[in-house]
């Protein structure tokens, strides 16, 4: 029984609060929180029961790689916050973008991407779409003119990062749907940078939002987990393909996410604030050569990060001077942040993305993929800005 009281709409923390936990779900002695069902079947006590689940007149579940009340929660809340029709949540992020692409994008179709992005996504797009005879075109994420002539080739969807990894460059989301669209091509923004509390893809016209569930939205560096929210009909293939290749999300996994996202919206305020902060800090700071950040005024797409996200997220990318091994040398002198590779959770985290990411690479394909040997990415997590700005003091007084 749903109960009579469950906020229809709502905030951003009630939503994240509330939301896919007061309605719909069934009410299990009368525990408050969702249990886990830790279940890979379920039953029917008769076949009339069977025929009517199979005709839609009994709501259940069938399977476990088709569906679970704990992971039908997450997603309901998930889609309760990007404001979306239909979600579907997968084992990982990876889980998520590999099962749309190949569930969305034809045999020998087109896709056109950005350049900055995360290098797994690059990976399977170069190493694996064109097996099936996938092609891409890449282009900058604020290159409408690239953009434009790309399109004049029939192309199935638009894939981009919004915030990208690891500059945080920012794709005019508004202006590539309308492009996109008007060609038949669909939308789909990775916003695992920049969550529904600092952006939603859907409303300013994606079709499809896509999350590392592992970041912020469970939160705690404990789970991986993915999702893709849209309409109904969109996800439709991405679903049944899930159910086939079965990379979907264990039902405790479920749990810690949908535990994870009702404060959500408290922690994303605390790290967007602690990352604001120190990208201005850093940018006067004599030792640092740049700063990337959506918030700082010299970022290059400034105007339209603040026309189409309320927040800037926790992650800020900077340049050391003058080397490498001055670099390190910070890094490793850092007393909060621990050296590893993620971001989103309570913990700050800290990379040197030609040490942590692209050590398989020379310095000339690094520099070809636009990867500085000091560039720093800085994951805030949720401690006291005060002290993660002394930190970063004390450790740039050490080089
Ligand atoms: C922007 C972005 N998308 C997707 C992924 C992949 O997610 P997962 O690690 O949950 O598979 C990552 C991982 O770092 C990421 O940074």
């Known amino acids: 029984m749903s109960d009579p009281k469950a906020p229809q709409r709502g905030g951003d923390s009630t939503?994240?609060?509330h939301g896919g936990e007061r309605e719909g779900r069934p009410r299990v002695s009368d525990a408050l929180s969702t249990p886990i069902v830790q279940t890979s079947t379920f039953w029917f006590r008769d076949t009339q029961e069977l025929i009517d689940y199979q005709e839609g007149r009994h709501p259940s579940y069938e399977y476990g790689r088709y569906g679970n009340p704990t992971t039908q929660a997450a997603a309901d809340k998930l889609r309760e916050l990007e404001g979306g029709e239909a979600c579907v949540t997968s084992a990982s992020g990876m889980a998520a973008i590999t099962t749309l692409l190949l569930a969305l994008?034809?045999?020998?179709?087109?896709?056109?991407?950005?350049?900055?992005c995360y290098r797994r996504t690059r990976q399977f797009i170069v190493t694996v779409l064109p097996k099936l005879g996938i092609e891409t075109t890449v282009v900058e994420p604020s290159d409408i003119d690239a953009l434009e002539r790309a399109l004049e080739r029939e192309t199935a969807l638009f894939f981009s990062e919004s915030p990208t990894n690891p500059y945080l460059r920012v794709v005019d989301i508004p202006r590539v749907a309308g492009l996109c669209h008007a060609r038949g091509a669909r939308v789909v923004i990775d916003a695992t940078f920049a969550t529904p509390i600092n952006q939603r893809p859907l409303e300013l016209g994606a079709d499809v939002v896509l999350h590392s569930g592992t970041k912020y939205l469970a939160g705690h560096n404990d789970v991986m987990a993915g999702a893709?929210?849209?309409?109904?009909?969109?996800?439709?293939?991405?679903?049944?393909?899930?159910?086939?290749?079965?990379?979907?999300?264990?039902?405790h996994?479920?749990?810690?996410?949908?535990?994870?996202?009702?404060?959500?919206?408290?922690?994303?305020g605390r790290a967007n604030a602690n990352a604001s902060a120190i990208a201005l800090h850093l940018e006067r700071h004599p030792k640092i050569e740049r700063v990337h950040y959506p918030?700082?005024?010299?970022?290059?797409?400034?105007k339209i990060a603040r026309a189409q996200m309320s927040g800037f997220g926790g992650v800020v990318s900077f340049e050391v001077t003058p080397d490498f091994e001055a670099t390190a040398k910070f890094v490793d002198a850092l007393q909060i942040p621990y050296i590893a590779p993620s971001f989103g959770g309570c913990e700050s985290l800290v990379e040197q993305p030609a040490v942590a990411s692209y050590w398989d690479k020379s310095p000339e394909e690094r520099a070809e993929l636009g990867i500085k040997d000091n560039l720093v990415r800085y994951a805030c997590g949720i401690e006291d800005t005060g002290d993660l700005i002394a930190d970063l003091d004390q450790a740039l007084d050490r080089i």
């Not at 749990?255 to 408290?266: P, Q």
């Open 295 to 302: 918030g700082l005024e010299s970022h290059p797409q400034y």
């Open 105 to 116: 994008v034809p045999r020998d179709g087109h896709i056109v991407t950005t350049t900055d």
């Open 15 to 17: 939503r994240a609060v």
């Open 228 to 251: 893709l929210v849209g309409s109904t009909e969109t996800l439709a293939p991405v679903r049944e393909l899930l159910g086939i290749m079965g990379s979907v999300l264990d039902p």
């Open 253 to 268: 996994a479920a749990y810690l996410l949908l535990r994870g996202m009702k404060s959500l919206a408290l922690r994303v």
